[in-house]
C-alpha cells in the first residue's frame, strides 16, 4: 500500500531525492542568498513596501521643491572670436586675429572667456541696467539672521563696500561663460526669474566686451602713440643736428651740391664727357682726312667718291658729271670721234672733273683745318679733366667724411619719416579699429524657465528614490536576522531544507479585492479543503506533495514509519502542517495515524476530538470518516500512566500502535518543553524542525536545532520553512 501511494504521491519518483533529503550536510554558507541576482531580487521583493514609501517620500519633496521653487529663466547670446587677421590699416600697433597653431588659438579664446566674467566687462553693465538698484542682485535689505551672521564672520566675507560692488559679485553668479567644444564661439548665459532682463543682461554683456575690445585697442593705440611721439621729437632733433653737420662740413671744405651732386663730382663727370666727345671728333675727323687724301692719291673719279665727302657741290657736280658722261656715251655709240657734237661733250666731261677735284681739294683743307682744331680741343679738356681729377683727389678725405655724415643724416631720415607715417596711421585709426569678435546669436527671450525642470527633478528623484529605497531594503534585509528562505534555515540550523511550504490564506471577496485588503490566514478547514480540491495549479498543495513524497520514500529499516514535527517556538505551523501531510497521505490511499502531542496548544485536539478514555493508547484512537484518517490525542492531563513508567515504556506503546499505519505524524509542540518529549522521539524515526518564515530568528533556530540534534540521538533530522512566500521555495 506504501509503494501504491508512494506512486501516486511522486508519479515520477522521488527516492534518489529523499535518500539525499536526510544526508549529512556541508559547511553552511549565510550569506549565499545574497551572492546572486535571483536573491537580490527577492530582498527587493519581500521589501517592496519600503521601497515604495521611500520613493514616494523623495519624490514628494522634490514635487514641492520643483512647485514650490521660483522658476528661473535662461537667456544666452553667442560671440564668435574670429581667428582671421583683420588688418584696417597698413599697419597696426594691436594684434588682430588670434595665433599661428590651433593651440594656441583655443588657448587665447578661452583667456577671452575669462575676460568676459571680469570686472572690466561686468561692471558696465551693472552701470548701464541699473542693477545696483535691482532686488534680485542684492539691493535688498540685509535679514535680521543675515546681519547676526555678519557679526560673527570674519573681515574677508563681509559685505561689499558699495550696492554696486555687491551687484556685481551677484551677477558673477548669475553669469556662466563657457566656450564650445573645438569651435571659437563663446556662450554667454545669464539666469534671472525675469526672462525679459535675463536676455537684456545677456546681450549686454555680449556688447560690453566688444566695445571692451574696441576701447582696448584705442587706449593701447593712444599709449604707443604717445610714447612714438616723443621718440619722434628726439627723431627730429638728431635729424636736424645730422643735417647741420652735413652742411657745415660742406662750407667748410667747399663741397657744395648742385642738383644734389657735388659740384667737383659734377664737374669731373661734365670734363670726362666732353673728353670723350672730343675724342670722337677728333677720330671722325682724321677718319675723313685720310680718305679724301686716299681719294686724292689715287686720282679723283667722280664714280668713286664716296659718302666721306659730304657736300653739296660735290654732289651736284657728281650729278651733272653722270648726266654728261650719259651723253658722251650715247654720242660716242653714234657719232664719230672729230664730231663736234662728240668732242663738246667730252670737253663737258673734263670740264666737270675738274670742278670736282677743285672741290675735293678744298673740302680736303677744310676736313684737314677741322683736324687740327679736333686735338687742340682734346688737348685742351684732357688738361682740365687731369687738373679736376687732381682737384678730386685732393678732396676725397673730405668728401669720404662727407658721405659717412649724409648716410648718417638719411638713416635718421629714413626712421625718423617712418616713424612719422606710423603715428599718422594710429592716430587714423584710433577712428577705425575693430574687434576681432562678433556676436552671431542675439540673446532671445526665453518662453521657458530654466530650472525647475519639473519631468528631470521628479524623473531623478524616483529614481534616487528607488535606488535610497533599495538600499535601505538590503540593509534592512542584512540587519534582519529573522530566517526568509531554505537556504538561511539550513545556515542557521545546520539541517537539510526539505520544503518551503507557502502561506495559505482564505479566499477573499470582490469587495476586499478591490480595496487592496490583506486576506485573512486559511483555516485547518481551508487547508483541507485546498489539499483535497487545490489541484496542480495549487502551490500550498504542491508543496505539502513533495515534502510527503519526501516522507514516505526514506527506509525505516522495518520499523513504523513515524514522523516528529516540532519547532523552536510556538506558532511556527506545527499543526497546521501535521494535519496537511495527513490529509495529503489518506486522500492517497494511505492508512495515516494522526497524534496531538502538543499539550501547550493541542489545537488537533480541539478540532478532532479526544476519543474515548480506555486503558491503552489504541483504545483512544478516533476514526475520522471525512478526512480518511485516524487520530490521537495525547494532550490530556488525565491519561493514565498505568505500564509507562519510563519513556521507554511509552516509546513501545507507540511503536505498537503505529505498527498497524503506514504513515504516523506527531504534532510534539516542544521538545524541550514536552514531558514525554523523550519517548516521542525514541518512537519516531525521522524528525522535522519547522520554523516560520519572517518570524523566527536565526539565532533561536540555531540554538532549538542544536538542542533537537542533542535529544535526537542519530534520528534523522531535516528542516521545513513554513508560511512562505514565493521567493522563499528554493
Avoid at 4 to 17: F, K
Avoid at 458 to 467: K, T
Avoid at 606 to 619: A, I
Wanted: glycine letters at 6%; a negative charge.
Amino acid at each position: 500500500m506504501v509503494q501504491d501511494a508512494r506512486a501516486r504521491i511522486t508519479p515520477g519518483g522521488a527516492g534518489a531525492l529523499v535518500e539525499r533529503s536526510f544526508a549529512p550536510l556541508g559547511p553552511a554558507r549565510p550569506d549565499d542568498q545574497f551572492l546572486d541576482l535571483a536573491g537580490l531580487i527577492r530582498i527587493l521583493r519581500r521589501r517592496m513596501m519600503l521601497i515604495a514609501v521611500t520613493a514616494a517620500v523623495v519624490v514628494s519633496l522634490a514635487a514641492a521643491y520643483a512647485f514650490l521653487t521660483t522658476p528661473t529663466y535662461t537667456a544666452s547670446a553667442k560671440v564668435l572670436v574670429d581667428p582671421r587677421k583683420k588688418n584696417t590699416v597698413g599697419t597696426e600697433v594691436v594684434p588682430s586675429g588670434l595665433g599661428t597653431t590651433l593651440g594656441d588659438n583655443f588657448a587665447l579664446v578661452d583667456s577671452q572667456v575669462k575676460v568676459i566674467t571680469s570686472d572690466a566687462v561686468l561692471r558696465p553693465v551693472v552701470q548701464e541696467l541699473h542693477l545696483a538698484t535691482d532686488p534680485e542682485f542684492g539691493a535688498q535689505e540685509p535679514s535680521f539672521l543675515s546681519r547676526l551672521l555678519g557679526v560673527f564672520s570674519s573681515p574677508s566675507s563681509a559685505a561689499p563696500d558699495s550696492p554696486e560692488d555687491g551687484a556685481l559679485l551677484a551677477l558673477t553668479k548669475h553669469v556662466e561663460v563657457e566656450r564650445d567644444d573645438q569651435t571659437y564661439v563663446i556662450d554667454i548665459s545669464v539666469t534671472t526669474i525675469d526672462p525679459v532682463k535675463a536676455a537684456g543682461i545677456a546681450q549686454a554683456i555680449a556688447q560690453s566686451y566688444l566695445d571692451d575690445q574696441s576701447e582696448d585697442k584705442v587706449e593701447t593705440t593712444q599709449r604707443v602713440s604717445a610714447l612714438m611721439d616723443g621718440q619722434l621729437a628726439a627723431l627730429r632733433d638728431r635729424l636736424h643736428k645730422a643735417e647741420d653737420q652735413v652742411q657745415r662740413f660742406r662750407a667748410e671744405h667747399n663741397l657744395q651740391e648742385a642738383e644734389g651732386v657735388l659740384i667737383d663730382t659734377r664737374q669731373l663727370k661734365v670734363l670726362n664727357e666732353q673728353v670723350t666727345a672730343v675724342k670722337g671728333e677728333v677720330a671722325q675727323a682724321e677718319a675723313k682726312y685720310r680718305q679724301v687724301q686716299l681719294l686724292l692719291k689715287e686720282g679723283v673719279e667722280p664714280e668713286m667718291i664716296g659718302e666721306a665727302i659730304a657736300s653739296d657741290t660735290v654732289s651736284r657736280l657728281r650729278e651733272q658729271y653722270a648726266i654728261a658722261a650719259r651723253r658722251e656715251a650715247i654720242l660716242g655709240a653714234s657719232l664719230l670721234p672729230s664730231h663736234p657734237q662728240l668732242q663738246q661733250a667730252r670737253s663737258e666731261v673734263e670740264r666737270l672733273r675738274a670742278l670736282i677735284l677743285a672741290e675735293v681739294e678744298r673740302i680736303s683743307k677744310a676736313i684737314d683745318l677741322e683736324h687740327e682744331m679736333a686735338k687742340r680741343r682734346l688737348a685742351t679738356a684732357e688738361a682740365a679733366l687731369a687738373a679736376s681729377r687732381h682737384d678730386a683727389d685732393i678732396n676725397d678725405s673730405a668728401r669720404i667724411k662727407l658721405r659717412e655724415l649724409e648716410r648718417e643724416a638719411e638713416t635718421t631720415r629714413t626712421v625718423y619719416e617712418s616713424f612719422l607715417a606710423r603715428v599718422k596711421e594710429m592716430n587714423e585709426a584710433e577712428r577705425i579699429y575693430t574687434p576681432d569678435a562678433r556676436i552671431i546669436s542675439p540673446a532671445a527671450i526665453p518662453d521657458r524657465p530654466s530650472w525647475p525642470k519639473k519631468k528631470l527633478i521628479l524623473a531623478l528623484a524616483l529614481v534616487f528614490g528607488c535606488g535610497l529605497g533599495g538600499s535601505l531594503a538590503v540593509a534592512a534585509e542584512h540587519l534582519d536576522r529573522r530566517i526568509r528562505n531554505g537556504a538561511e534555515l539550513r545556515a542557521s540550523t545546520g539541517l537539510k531544507s526539505l520544503a518551503s511550504i507557502p502561506v495559505l490564506h482564505a479566499e477573499r471577496g470582490l469587495v476586499s479585492e478591490l480595496l487592496g485588503r490583506r486576506a485573512k490566514r486559511a483555516t485547518f478547514y481551508d487547508m483541507v479543503l485546498e489539499i483535497l480540491e487545490g489541484g496542480t495549479r495549487s502551490p500550498f498543495r504542491a508543496a505539502v506533495l513533495r515534502l510527503l513524497s519526501c516522507l514516505v520514500d526514506f527506509d525505516t529499516g522495518g520499523q513504523p514509519r513515524v514522523v516528529l514535527l516540532t519547532s523552536s517556538v510556538s506558532g511556527e505551523g506545527k499543526s497546521a502542517l501535521a494535519l496537511s501531510l495527513g490529509v495529503a497521505a489518506a486522500s492517497s490511499g494511505m492508512r495515516t495515524l494522526l497524534i496531538d502531542a502538543n499539550a501547550a496548544d493541542p489545537a488537533l485536539t480541539k478540532v478532532l476530538g479526544e476519543g474515548d478514555p480506555g486503558p491503552s493508547l489504541s483504545d483512544r484512537i478516533i476514526s475520522d470518516q471525512r478526512l480518511g484518517l485516524s487520530f490521537l490525542s495525547l494532550t490530556a492531563d488525565h491519561l493514565p500512566l498505568a505500564g509507562w513508567a519510563n519513556r521507554n515504556a511509552l516509546a513501545d506503546e507507540l511503536t505498537r500502535v503505529t505498527a498497524d499505519y503506514d504513515l504516523t505524524l506527531i504534532d510534539a509542540g516542544l521538545l524541550r518543553m514536552e514531558r514525554n518529549g523523550a519517548a516521542l522521539i525514541g518512537a519516531s524515526q525521522a524528525i522535522l524542525f519547522l520554523s516560520r518564515a519572517n518570524a523566527t530568528s536565526q539565532e533561536t533556530a540555531a540554538s532549538a536545532a542544536s538542542e533537537l540534534l542533542q535529544m535526537a540521538n542519530g534520528k534523522r533530522c531535516a528542516a521545513v520553512l513554513t508560511m512562505a512566500g514565493d521567493e522563499s521555495n528554493r
